[in-house]
């Protein structure tokens, strides 16, 4: 246990830095991925192996979303600003619509729960409804940050979709 918190040591410590690269984006991947794991451990082997999958991919944007944005931060080139922008927005679309997903996936689920583990099924539903509604946040304040304008019918879609997931309470 002592590796772990070392680790989480370590990250908190960047994190705090003020000329870190982490943010808010890297704190939404890892979130995700806190999420998914509590809800491998809850769920069928099956559904478990696929968020497992999820999480791997996820997993590697919790340091590339930093990495990403000290860039466009540093970026004098319009183009490449815009084009690493959008790798961003790639990132938060993904968290956001694979969170929707799992959501909607495990609602079913939520009946077969024992009663000993509903507190970490909903923790979990909750912190992947915690990273859509982040992740949406995430590209508004990009976009008007960098005055990157582009059609807003793609959050309009995810925040209809974050507003059908009522069930999730904590």
């Not at 000329?19 to 939404?28: A, D, E, P, Y």
């Not at 996936?105 to 079913?108: A, F, G, L, S, T």
């Not at 909750?126 to 990273?131: A, G, N, R, S, T």
């Given at each position: 246990m002592k590796k772990y918190l070392k680790n989480f040591s370590d990250f908190f410590n960047l994190l705090a830095e003020k000329?870190?690269?982490?943010?808010?984006?890297?704190?939404?991947a890892l979130n995700f991925c806190l999420a998914?794991?509590?809800?491998?451990k809850i769920l069928n082997t099956k559904l478990a192996?696929?968020?497992?999958?999820k999480r791997g991919k996820a997993y590697r944007f919790i340091s590339l979303d930093g990495e990403i944005f000290f860039k466009l931060l540093k970026e004098k080139n319009r183009?490449?600003?815009?084009?690493?922008?959008?790798?961003?927005?790639?990132?938060?679309?993904?968290?956001?619509?694979?969170?929707?997903?799992?959501l909607k996936?495990?609602?079913?689920e939520r009946k077969n729960?024992?009663?000993?583990?509903k507190v970490d099924?909903?923790?979990?539903?909750?912190?992947?409804?915690?990273?859509?509604?982040?992740?949406?946040k995430n590209i508004r304040i990009n976009r008007k940050m960098f005055l990157f304008k582009k059609k807003k019918k793609d959050l309009m879609e995810l925040e209809k979709k974050l507003k059908e997931l009522?069930?999730?309470?904590f």
């Open positions: 000329k870190s690269f982490l943010g808010g984006g890297s704190l939404l998914v794991a509590l809800l491998e192996e696929e968020l497992k999958k183009e490449k600003k815009l084009d690493l922008l959008d790798k961003l927005e790639k990132i938060s679309f993904y968290l956001a619509d694979t969170s929707c997903k799992i996936r495990i609602e079913k729960i024992k009663k000993t583990i099924f909903y923790l979990g539903a909750y912190l992947l409804k915690m990273v859509m509604k982040g992740s949406i009522r069930w999730v309470k």
